[in-house]
DNA sequence: GCCGCAGACAATGCATACAATATCGTCTAC
DNA sequence: GTAGACGATATTGTATGCATTGTCTGCGGC
């Protein structure tokens, strides 16, 4: 799994089977390779991956309460899919929250918060690779959140169970180039302390990123059939 | 371990074990019973509930998924716990989407449609029993989601993973009364179509919601030790 | 006295095996 | 010919057991 020296940076758990389940599967539907309403059946998957049943199960469980797939007892699981307007929406509360998010941080944060911030966002332009950006981004927003929010339920609500993971910037061709003009103007308007432009930008951003995960994944199948 | 009679109503799918044992960890945590931090053995639920460690897990990475357990590999499940903070950002973030939604429900509904939340919130007022009043509630809130966003995001990122379940109502005392003030001051603004007036409806339906399980969660020890 | 390491113990992760449930085809009755 | 019931098959749900991993205790070295 891992393709450059040092795997994963900063990352103390390993992967158990069940996530790396999860992961194959996310990435089977982002890629299109499974459409909406296809069944998956715990056997052929566990077979396919040289796993026992377990594990799946394991994570068709996790999908279902992140919403990739709808699981019913005794029944299968089956992918969501997704509409066209689910993307719309979702990234337009992302940027409803983001942009919040983004005003209180203005607000509150300290001199040094604003350098901690500023150095994350340089790492990220640094980043040699998609996963390290990602993981990078993903601190960034870490620290957006814990300075602005409460940390665990805005960042569970909305940054964990939905369509940012950690291959989503394979999925996504424009996205790193979005989301670090975004983070920019972000830093930008918080440098000079400007809550309506901190707002602003990351609306900005989500809105992009919105219609870059649309056509995206319109173009791979996972949204359309409807 | 059916302590009532007629277990769930209109309850289709029966409920596995898994799903059974998910609700006993929630109740243990919403009650108090569980503190922040503590961690849960899987073999000694087991034991306790008399089924195998195999539902004992699938609840944990359930309930891990919805922000309630912090769950490690190998390293076990630990109680989450909330933050005053989680819970007034929770029930902020909770108003400002459901505002949104009201609005555009305003906006965009039919006068059948009108008719059809009516009949709802009708009955919610008439629901005989707790149960019945939270199952009522559920089809409300998704007819609205239904009526004003994608089904299936919003529904997922803001209804399902948090708080809001359906033993919710047990332990916040005031949460009908609540629930039923606010939906009746959103049919009145609906009914005179008028879109701030449902918006604010919302927002403050749910700000009083947040004080009243906030209240409820520092009773029962849920919230506080941090 | 403190740090690091090795072994035993405890708890979890996963595979196998069996039980429960759904699904589909077939047969019978009308 | 069609509807309903019954069984065969496919698939899921759960229990048990072993392998793996984390944790704790006690020993030796610095």
Redesign the interface.
Known sequence: MSTHGRTLPRRL????S??QVAEHIRRLIMSGELVKGERLRQEDLAEELGVSR?PV??AI??L????WLDF????GAHV?G??A??????YE?RG??FG?LARRVVETATDEDVKALSALAAEMKRAPDIVEFAVTNERLIRQIVRLA??????A???V???IMHHDFYEFVPTGRKNQEAGVAAFMRALKQRSADGADTAMRTMLRRQGQAVLAAFTASGVVGRE
């Open positions: 758990k390993r992967e158990s069940s996530e377990i199960r394991e469980i996790a279902d309460r992140e919403g019913e007892s005794n029944r969501a997704l509409a307007d689910d993307i719309r929406d979702h509360l409803l929250v919040l929010a409460s940390p665990r339920l805005t569970a609500l909305l964990t169970p939905a």
